[in-house]
C-alpha cells in the first residue's frame, strides 16, 4: 500500500463524523400523561428480554423496571409500542434515556395518571442520534 493512500485512510478514519437521522413513524398518535409527555403514565416489570433493533427502541432485561411516557395507538395490523425509561443495575448505560418497546415485554405494575390525552406523534418523536 502506497504511503500517501495510507495516510489519507487514517485521516479519513479519524475524521469519521456521526448525523443524526429521522426513522420512519412507528404510529401517527400516541397517549400520554399530558401535552408534553413528561409525566410517568405507569410503572412496569419486564417480563423478557428485549434487544433493540435500531437507535429508536431501548434494551430492556428480565425482571427490569420500566416508566412508561407514552403509548403508541397502532395503525390497523402494527405492533403495539410503548415508550419509557429502564433502571436498574442492568444497562446502566441507558438509565433516563427513553426509548421504545412492544407493549408485549411489560407487565404494568403501577399507574400514576388514569386521565390521559391523544396527541399526534411527531419526526421528533422518531429522531436518532
Not at 26 to 53: H, Q, R, W
Not at 55 to 72: A, D
Request: with cysteine.
Amino acid at each position: 500500500m502506497s504511503y500517501p493512500l495510507m495516510i489519507l485512510l487514517c485521516v479519513g478514519l479519524l475524521h469519521q463524523t456521526s448525523s443524526a437521522v429521522l426513522m420512519d413513524k412507528l404510529a401517527d398518535n400516541k397517549t400520554c400523561g399530558d401535552a408534553e409527555c413528561s409525566y410517568v403514565l405507569s410503572m412496569a416489570t419486564a417480563l423478557d428480554d428485549f434487544i433493540a433493533p435500531d437507535c429508536r427502541f431501548i434494551n430492556i432485561k428480565k425482571g427490569q423496571m420500566v416508566y412508561v411516557y407514552s403509548k403508541l395507538i397502532p395503525e390497523e395490523g402494527a405492533g403495539v409500542f410503548w415508550s419509557g425509561s429502564v433502571y436498574g443495575e442492568r444497562y446502566v448505560e441507558q438509565m433516563g434515556i427513553i426509548g421504545y418497546f412492544p407493549a408485549v415485554v411489560v407487565k404494568e405494575t403501577q399507574k400514576f395518571k388514569e386521565d390521559t390525552v391523544k396527541i399526534p406523534t411527531t419526526e421528533m418523536d422518531f429522531y436518532c442520534d
